[in-house]
Nanobody
Framework: QVQLVESGGGLVQPGGSLRLSCAAS????????MGWYRQAPGKQRELVAR???????NYVDSVKGRFTISRDNAKNTVYLQMDSLKPEDTAVYYC??????????????WGRGTQVTVSS
């Protein structure tokens, strides 16, 4: 079994910062890409940021220059540093990872999500 557990969400004022963490655990051989998605009420889930196993990153245009994704391969953990937060960043943020398990299966796993609310 593989689990992704997110932490770090909460309520923050516009212009503030939050740092999300997502730790993968279980029977893991390799973790390929890891990423963060978000879903606001009434909207589709969208990719926010993604980092590959070699450290290459990509971001949705709306967060470029404000969010930074990073990963610690030794801890099987991905982070999302969110600065200069705006009300439109309010959403449930989901961790996502493409993982090869100990049984050599490759599949995408999702966390349960963490709420980020940006409001004064």
């Amino acid at each position: 079994q593989v689990q992704l557990v997110e932490s770090g969400g909460g309520l923050v004022q516009p212009g503030g910062s939050l740092r999300l963490s997502c730790a993968a655990s279980g029977s893991i051989l390799s973790i390929y890409a890891m990423g963060w998605y978000r879903q606001a009420p009434g909207k589709q889930r969208e990719l926010v940021a993604r980092v590959t196993s070699d450290g290459s990153t990509n971001y949705v245009d709306s967060v470029k220059g404000r969010f930074t994704i990073s990963r610690d391969n030794a801890k099987n953990t991905v982070y999302l540093q969110m600065d200069s937060l705006k009300p439109e960043d309010t959403a449930v943020y989901y961790c996502n990872a493409l993982i090869q398990t100990a049984t050599f299966l490759e599949r995408t796993y999702w966390g349960r999500g963490t709420q980020v609310t940006v409001s004064s």
